[in-house]
């Protein structure tokens, strides 16, 4: 009888959300204002830049193909070639992609059918790691374009440990996992530091940071203690200090992938659940506030930035503990940027980068198997990228192509 | 030129800000328009500077119906709009803001800036208001600025001039020089549409008032109309504009600030040597003009801004040298001038807003763990007994109105138990029934026996709330006086002029009058 009274959800929802309901009632049906959510709100401008991106990378594939060049040349004698040739070139393409990408249907057994997934998540590894680091700052008020140098000394340390110590297995992993957070998390430490102290701009410092980092790594190639012979490259990781695979020998997916999603619900917790997060968070929205409300913004800008380093420092460990397993100086290959653009593509949020980081991790694995299997270039891959990016730069122009409304307010009728 | 508004109507979404209004404004009249905060008055001028189309409506310039597609429109049909916050470029001169969209030139595509000046020197000539074209803006004060923005209307031929909370940002001297201007104005044939939320200037200024509340005109009212009855057509009840509070319970003084100095990043002591004492149970207002180092001394205080010497002490502890939390931690409460900048993080929701220094103590956190059931529902408390008007603890704070904002940062301040609470401007654009509410829990604060310190440029609510008056002037304290002293001799206070004199002078002047 008495459990009738009071509705279940009302008792566990979080702090936000309880009012609104009975707010938006007035406004109208609440399918359409879920509606409204997303194509206003981040995600349904994300996907629909996807789309876009896709639309554009078609037309590029169309432009490179030599079947439908040459069946552009008589395209009024036989149109009928040249729109099979475009559909069979961009269908080609795409599916490569996503047999690359996410699994192969033409696959003979089930390791080779799911393979791709696992290389998809694979390379998301470090991505969603570094993006999470870069999106703590981000939220924090801070741009920490240093990533990159905060991966390399992660990996630098994380592999040094890795194949000069000797340690019991799983202690052995732990102990260099830890000095790749460390690692990262003083390099960035060193930008927030000169940040608070002398008010050093974190951008400038932290591409320098990058640099430096780099060149320390490929001096440290040259030293009889990381080089293995001539080679710029060092010994690989003892065994005990390899991230275990997940899915036996057939595939190279490891552990790390469990620390990306443990680093996910981490980075969630932090900024939505625990005091630091608050403060990160109120510092980046208003310092002036932050501060009148007696938070300390020097220290917090060092936080934030040793928090974000020791993130992309962890990426740099899973790398070479997981995938890479030897250092060379190509260890980051560009992942430290790639972070930066994995976090602005998941809006800064843990779960958005989480699947923008696979998305991102697939596009790579799918592009080489369309330039191998199609002659694609891979660089469309790339440019398709950087469209994402450059639409989810510009909701107003998604919005105006795909006809969405505008958001708050400003209704101008409701199409799509 | 004749302003007639007929019927106009604004909605967003379901709100409506602009509820059929009709206002009309005769040549050469000063139309007051007044409203609460948030009552729809800068909507309606925004509609009729061509900013926002209207739903339904018409505009009519001596009996014309016209259209505004934009404020190029507007300006070129004779409407002028000093808006709020300045539209001046700070780096450029008098003469080049003024010329600033409709530049002139002479062949070739030189600046014609002499034509300009020229234009600029006769309106100033024309209406006194001592302008120097060469000036550069950022150097002017803030009076002076206000008249470059009427300059730039009148140079464009403004026939409607719009003055949008023209004396928000002025001194009492500038607000009384601006007065003189809109009479001139006014005089000289141009209409004034002048919008406010200030009694006592309506009714010193205006020739006819028009008073909005909740998107629609509730009646219009001649200046010899009492304030009480323009303060209950606002609000919509009758408000006491007087706080009744009970004779201060004075207890032991437990905050001394003694010989407190701040010295600036170029070497000015802002704060010069000052020295009060407040007792528990008794409200201590620091009045003078804005800029007089009140705003450094509150922030000395709270450990923002570091002192030069000098101590403050709190229950014989000294406070100076800790920081702001340290501060927070040993009981005071702060509520800074600046709500928007300093008061609030604009983008968290009300419920963290109203935990933003108290989030890492109990009840709202435990180590670095936030409590959300407990923040959630301190919030739903503050809501409930501040009478914050939100969608909920979940609304992001700066979508509130500016007197629901400054409820939230009081709120947050006076839900702790308390040893001293300083409050800078607490109710600085905030709308009259929103006034009152502060004041009485102001005064509530102090009944409970905490020593309470205001700092207010208003003299109304200096002489409202205070016990003591202590008058600042260029970083010192000119004096400390009963709350019943005569506003002539603390307006001269204001101006430096020290106690005794001030009291001669203003003896001497009321025997001129008799």
Same mark, same amino acid.
């Given at each position: 009888?008495?459990?009738?009274?009071?509705?279940?959800?009302?008792?566990?929802?979080?702090?936000?959300?309880?009012?609104?309901?009975?707010?938006?009632?007035?406004?109208?049906?609440?399918?359409?204002?879920?509606?409204?959510?997303?194509?206003?709100?981040?995600?349904?401008?994300?996907?629909?830049?996807?789309?876009?991106?896709?639309?554009?990378?078609?037309?590029?594939?169309?432009?490179?193909?030599?079947?439908?060049?040459?069946?552009?040349?008589?395209?009024?004698?036989?149109?009928?070639? %040249?729109?099979?040739?475009?559909?069979?070139?961009?269908?080609?393409?795409?599916?490569? =992609?996503?047999?690359?990408?996410?699994?192969?249907?033409?696959?003979?057994?089930?390791?080779?059918?799911?393979?791709?997934?696992?290389?998809?998540?694979?390379?998301?590894?470090?991505?969603?790691?570094?993006?999470?680091?870069?999106?703590?700052?981000?939220?924090?008020?801070?741009?920490?374009?240093?990533?990159?140098?905060?991966?390399?000394?992660?990996?630098?340390?994380?592999?040094?440990?890795?194949?000069?110590?000797?340690?019991?297995?799983?202690?052995?992993?732990?102990?260099?996992?830890?000095?790749?957070?460390?690692?990262?998390?003083?390099?960035?430490?060193?930008?927030?530091?000169?940040?608070?102290?002398?008010?050093?701009?974190?951008?400038?410092?932290?591409?320098?940071? +990058?640099?430096?980092?780099?060149?320390?790594?490929?001096?440290?190639?040259?030293?009889?203690?990381?080089?293995?012979?001539?080679?710029?490259?060092?010994?690989?990781?003892?065994?005990?200090?390899?991230? &275990?695979?997940?899915?036996?020998?057939?595939?190279?997916? +490891?552990?790390?992938?469990?620390?990306?999603?443990?680093?996910?619900?981490?980075?969630?917790?932090?900024?939505?659940?625990?005091?630091?997060?608050?403060?990160?968070? *109120?510092?980046?929205?208003? *310092?002036?506030?932050?501060?009148?409300?007696?938070?300390?913004?020097?220290?917090?800008?060092?936080?934030?930035?040793?928090?974000?380093?020791?993130?992309?420092?962890?990426?740099?460990?899973?790398?070479?503990?997981?995938?890479?397993?030897?250092?060379?100086?190509?260890?980051?290959?560009?992942?430290?940027?790639?972070?930066?653009?994995?976090?602005?593509?998941?809006?800064?949020?843990?779960?958005?980068?989480?699947?923008?980081?696979?998305?991102?991790?697939?596009?790579?694995?799918?592009?080489?198997?369309?330039?191998?299997?199609?002659?694609?270039?891979?660089?469309?891959?790339?440019?398709?990228?950087?469209?994402? !990016?450059?639409?989810?730069?510009?909701?107003?122009?998604?919005?105006?192509?795909?006809?969405?409304?505008?958001?708050?307010?400003?209704?101008?009728?409701?199409?799509? | 030129?004749?302003?007639?508004?007929?019927?106009?109507?604004?909605?967003?979404?379901?709100?409506?800000?602009?509820?059929?209004?009709?206002?009309?404004?005769?040549?050469? @009249?000063?139309?007051?328009?007044?409203?609460?905060?948030?009552?729809?008055?800068?909507?309606?001028?925004?509609?009729?500077?061509?900013?926002?189309?209207?739903?339904?409506?018409?505009?009519?310039?001596? /009996?014309?119906?016209?259209?505004? /597609?934009?404020?190029?429109?507007?300006?070129?049909?004779?409407?002028? =709009?000093?808006?709020?916050?300045?539209?001046?470029?700070?780096?450029?001169?008098?003469?080049?803001? $003024?010329?600033?969209?409709?530049?002139?030139?002479?062949?070739?595509?030189?600046?014609?800036?002499?034509?300009?000046?020229?234009? !600029?020197?006769?309106?100033?000539?024309?209406?006194?208001?001592?302008?120097?074209?060469?000036?550069?803006?950022?150097?002017?004060?803030?009076?002076?600025?206000?008249?470059?923005?009427?300059?730039?209307?009148?140079?464009?031929?403004?026939? $409607?001039?719009?003055?949008?909370?023209?004396?928000?940002?002025?001194?009492?001297?500038?607000?009384?020089?601006?007065?003189?201007?809109?009479?001139?104005?006014?005089?000289?044939?141009?209409?004034?549409?002048?919008?406010?939320?200030?009694?006592?200037?309506?009714?010193?200024?205006?020739?006819?008032?028009?008073?909005?509340?909740?998107?629609?005109?509730?009646?219009?009212?001649?200046?010899?109309?009492?304030?009480?009855?323009?303060?209950?057509?606002?609000?919509?009840?009758? $408000?006491?504009?007087?706080?009744?509070?009970?004779?201060?319970?004075?207890?032991?003084?437990?905050?001394?600030?003694?010989?407190?100095?701040?010295?600036?990043?170029?070497?000015?002591?802002? !704060?010069?040597?000052?020295?009060?004492?407040?007792?528990?149970?008794?409200?201590?207002?620091?009045?003078?003009?804005?800029?007089?180092?009140?705003?450094?001394?509150?922030?000395?205080?709270?450990?923002?801004?570091?002192?030069?010497?000098?101590?403050?002490?709190? /229950?014989?502890?000294?406070?100076?040298?800790?920081? &702001?939390?340290?501060?927070?931690?040993?009981?005071?409460?702060?509520?800074?001038?600046?709500?928007?900048?300093?008061?609030? !993080?604009?983008? %968290?929701?009300?419920?963290?807003?109203?935990?933003?220094?108290?989030?890492?103590?109990?009840?709202?956190?435990?180590?670095?763990?936030?409590?959300?059931?407990?923040?959630?529902?301190?919030? /739903?408390?503050?809501?409930?007994? %501040?009478?914050?008007?939100?969608?909920?603890? *979940?609304?992001?704070?700066?979508?509130?109105?500016?007197?629901?904002?400054?409820?939230?940062?009081?709120?947050?301040?006076?839900?702790?138990?308390?040893?001293?609470?300083?409050?800078?401007?607490?109710?600085?654009?905030?709308?009259?029934?929103?006034?009152?509410?502060?004041?009485?829990?102001?005064?509530?604060?102090?009944? *409970?026996?905490?020593?309470?310190?205001?700092?207010?440029?208003?003299?109304?609510?200096?002489?409202?709330?205070?016990?003591?008056?202590?008058?600042?002037?260029?970083?010192?304290?000119?004096?400390?006086?009963?709350?019943?002293?005569?506003? @002539?001799?603390?307006?001269?206070?204001?101006?430096?002029?020290?106690?005794?004199?001030?009291?001669?002078?203003?003896?001497?002047?009321?025997?001129?009058?008799?």
């Amino acid at each position: 009888m008495s459990e009738t009274t009071a509705p279940p959800p009302e008792s566990q929802a979080p702090v936000p959300d309880k009012n609104l309901p009975e707010h938006t009632a007035g406004t109208g049906s609440r399918a359409s204002q879920v509606l409204r959510e997303v194509a206003t709100g981040g995600f349904g401008v994300t996907v629909l830049a996807f789309v876009l991106a896709l639309v554009v990378g078609a037309i590029l594939i169309l432009l490179v193909d030599p079947d439908v060049q040459e069946a552009a040349g008589y395209i009024f004698a036989r149109p009928s070639d %040249f729109f099979g040739a475009a559909w069979s070139a961009v269908s080609d393409a795409y599916s490569a =992609m996503f047999r690359g990408a996410v699994v192969n249907y033409q696959a003979t057994d089930a390791a080779g059918f799911f393979r791709p997934i696992t290389e998809t998540m694979t390379l998301a590894t470090p991505l969603i790691i570094a993006a999470l680091g870069v999106a703590v700052a981000f939220r924090a008020g801070l741009f920490n374009i240093g990533a990159q140098g905060q991966v390399i000394m992660g990996a630098t340390l994380a592999g040094f440990l890795g194949f000069t110590w000797n340690l019991p297995a799983g202690i052995h992993l732990l102990f260099c996992l830890l000095g790749g957070i460390i690692a990262g998390g003083i390099w960035a430490g060193i930008a927030g530091f000169l940040k608070a102290r002398t008010g050093a701009h974190e951008v400038i410092v932290t591409i320098m940071l +990058n640099y430096i980092a780099l060149y320390l790594l490929q001096y440290l190639l040259t030293t009889s203690a990381f080089a293995t012979g001539n080679q710029p490259k060092s010994p690989s990781v003892a065994s005990s200090a390899q991230l &275990p695979l997940l899915l036996g020998d057939g595939f190279r997916l +490891n552990a790390g992938f469990l620390l990306a999603i443990a680093a996910a619900v981490f980075v969630w917790w932090l900024m939505t659940r625990s005091t630091i997060g608050f403060q990160f968070r *109120a510092v980046g929205s208003n *310092a002036h506030a932050a501060r009148t409300a007696g938070m300390n913004v020097t220290t917090t800008f060092i936080l934030v930035m040793v928090v974000s380093g020791a993130l992309a420092g962890l990426a740099g460990a899973t790398q070479v503990l997981g995938t890479e397993k030897f250092l060379t100086d190509g260890i980051a290959g560009s992942l430290g940027f790639d972070a930066i653009t994995v976090a602005l593509l998941g809006r800064s949020k843990p779960m958005g980068i989480f699947f923008a980081g696979l998305l991102y991790g697939g596009l790579n694995v799918g592009g080489r198997v369309m330039e191998v299997s199609t002659g694609t270039p891979i660089d469309i891959v790339l440019v398709i990228q950087s469209l994402v !990016v450059l639409f989810i730069a510009a909701p107003p122009l998604v919005r105006a192509i795909f006809h969405l409304p505008a958001p708050r307010g400003l209704s101008k009728g409701v199409a799509a | 030129m004749k302003l007639e508004l007929r019927g106009i109507t604004k909605r967003f979404g379901p709100l409506v800000a602009n509820d059929h209004i009709d206002l009309v404004v005769e040549e050469g @009249e000063i139309h007051a328009l007044l409203g609460e905060n948030g009552a729809g008055k800068s909507t309606l001028m925004n509609v009729l500077f061509g900013l926002y189309t209207a739903d339904e409506g018409t505009i009519l310039l001596d /009996d014309e119906v016209r259209e505004f /597609d934009g404020p190029g429109d507007a300006l070129r049909a004779g409407i002028g =709009m000093v808006h709020q916050h300045f539209m001046l470029v700070p780096v450029f001169t008098v003469a080049e803001n $003024v010329m600033l969209g409709h530049e002139e030139t002479r062949g070739a595509g030189l600046l014609d800036l002499d034509a300009a000046r020229e234009h !600029v020197v006769a309106l100033s000539k024309r209406f006194g208001f001592g302008l120097d074209p060469d000036a550069v803006v950022e150097n002017l004060p803030v009076g002076v600025q206000q008249r470059v923005e009427i300059v730039k209307a009148l140079a464009r031929d403004a026939k $409607v001039l719009i003055l949008d909370e023209p004396t928000a940002v002025l001194t009492p001297q500038e607000t009384d020089d601006l007065m003189e201007i809109m009479r001139q104005l006014a005089a000289s044939g141009t209409s004034i549409v002048f919008i406010t939320h200030k009694l006592r200037e309506v009714q010193e200024v205006a020739d006819r008032i028009t008073v909005i509340r909740r998107g629609a005109v509730v009646g219009t009212a001649e200046p010899t109309a009492p304030v009480g009855e323009l303060a209950d057509m606002m609000v919509g009840r009758a $408000v006491s504009l007087g706080v009744d509070k009970a004779p201060p319970q004075r207890g032991e003084e437990t905050f001394h600030v003694s010989d407190l100095t701040v010295i600036d990043g170029v070497g000015n002591r802002v !704060v010069d040597g000052v020295s009060f004492s407040i007792a528990q149970g008794e409200i201590l207002a620091v009045a003078g003009v804005q800029g007089n180092g009140q705003t450094e001394l509150t922030e000395a205080i709270l450990g923002v801004q570091e002192s030069a010497g000098g101590s403050i002490t709190l /229950d014989g502890r000294e406070l100076r040298g800790l920081r &702001p939390d340290q501060v927070l931690t040993a009981g005071v409460g702060f509520v800074p001038e600046d709500r928007t900048v300093d008061g609030l !993080v604009l983008d %968290f929701t009300v419920a963290e807003n109203l935990v933003l220094d108290l989030v890492s103590r109990s009840p709202y956190s435990k180590g670095v763990a936030m409590n959300l059931a407990a923040i959630r529902s301190n919030a /739903d408390e503050r809501i409930d007994e %501040f009478d914050i008007r939100t969608q909920g603890p *979940a609304e992001e704070v700066g979508r509130l109105s500016g007197g629901n904002q400054q409820k939230v940062v009081m709120a947050r301040e006076l839900s702790r138990s308390l040893k001293l609470f300083v409050a800078s401007q607490p109710t600085r654009g905030v709308d009259v029934g929103s006034i009152e509410f502060l004041h009485k829990r102001i005064v509530a604060e102090r009944d *409970a026996g905490t020593p309470v310190m205001i700092i207010s440029t208003e003299l109304d609510e200096v002489a409202e709330l205070a016990d003591r008056i202590a008058v600042m002037y260029e970083g010192t304290i000119v004096g400390i006086v009963d709350a019943d002293t005569p506003r @002539e001799v603390l307006g001269l206070m204001m101006a430096g002029v020290p106690l005794e004199t001030a009291r001669e002078r203003a003896t001497q002047h009321e025997g001129d009058d008799q």
